[in-house]
């Protein structure tokens, strides 16, 4: 939820959108759940949450596993989905090079064994290095200075409950067909030159989801809002028709 804190106050969402971001289960002293929570658990969750606070139907914004759950929920309850933009989704692509980034002998295997070592500063960073690029720790202490630490504080619940469940979540052609509701797929402009994967899965939403539209944010890696919010708030009201 800290992560689209920049959004937050971006006057072409605030000062038009009622704006609401939350914390994950796991997540920022979030009670941790007695089972790892699945893609469709946590989009249940979401939908509580809509119901809590009386939304009967809003625009989501997923950035990466976010991503996922945002087209998890438009499938659980389309009636509440307005619109949904993906944010570089952490979407499987064939042939499973997304599975390489946590393979033996892979840059990912390092993120791994770090945080099986107990290194979870180090496992963090590398894993942040391989989705956002070497030089991602200066745009994110410049955006959100206490975010590294936070992330390092959730090493548990994003290695032993997030990883696996982005592992065993399927974005199968049955799934995408099902999705209906408009989509915005943003990629970030540099994300080109960090990973493959990223332009990949841009390319599988573009190629297989009914009613998308591109949009690349400039000057950005998987970053993007916290790296450009300005532009990414202006592209979200513009597509919500703002």
Not at 153 to 174: G, K, M, N, V
Not at 208 to 235: D, I, W, Y
Request: a neutral charge; proline letters at 6%; glycine letters at 6%.
């Amino acid at each position: 939820g800290d992560w689209f804190e920049p959004l937050m106050t971006e006057p072409a969402l605030a000062d038009r959108f009622r704006l609401l971001r939350y914390h994950r289960v796991g997540y920022a002293g979030c009670s941790r759940a007695a089972t790892a929570p699945s893609i469709r658990d946590q989009a249940m969750h979401l939908q509580a949450l809509l119901r809590h606070v009386g939304v009967t139907r809003a625009h989501i914004v997923g950035h990466s596993s976010g991503g996922n759950i945002a087209i998890e929920l438009a499938l659980l309850a389309p009636e509440m989905v307005a619109w949904i933009a993906l944010l570089e989704p952490a979407i499987p692509v064939a042939p499973r090079s997304d599975a390489r980034l946590l393979s033996t002998g892979s840059r990912g295997s390092v993120a791994m064994e770090r945080f099986r070592a107990g290194d979870r500063a180090g496992a963090v960073d590398a894993f942040m290095q391989i989705v956002a690029g070497p030089d991602y720790r200066a745009a994110l202490d410049s955006a959100l200075p206490n975010a590294f630490a936070h992330a390092v504080r959730d090493a548990d619940t994003f290695f032993t409950q997030e990883l696996p469940a982005i592992q065993q979540w399927s974005f199968s052609p049955h799934i995408r067909k099902r999705v209906t509701q408009p989509v915005l797929a943003v990629l970030g402009e540099k994300s080109r030159d960090v990973a493959p994967i990223w332009p990949q899965r841009q390319q599988l939403l573009l190629d297989s989801l009914q009613n998308v539209e591109a949009f690349e944010l400039r000057g950005a890696t998987h970053l993007l809002h916290l790296q450009q919010p300005k532009a990414m708030a202006e592209a979200l009201a513009a597509y919500a028709g703002g």
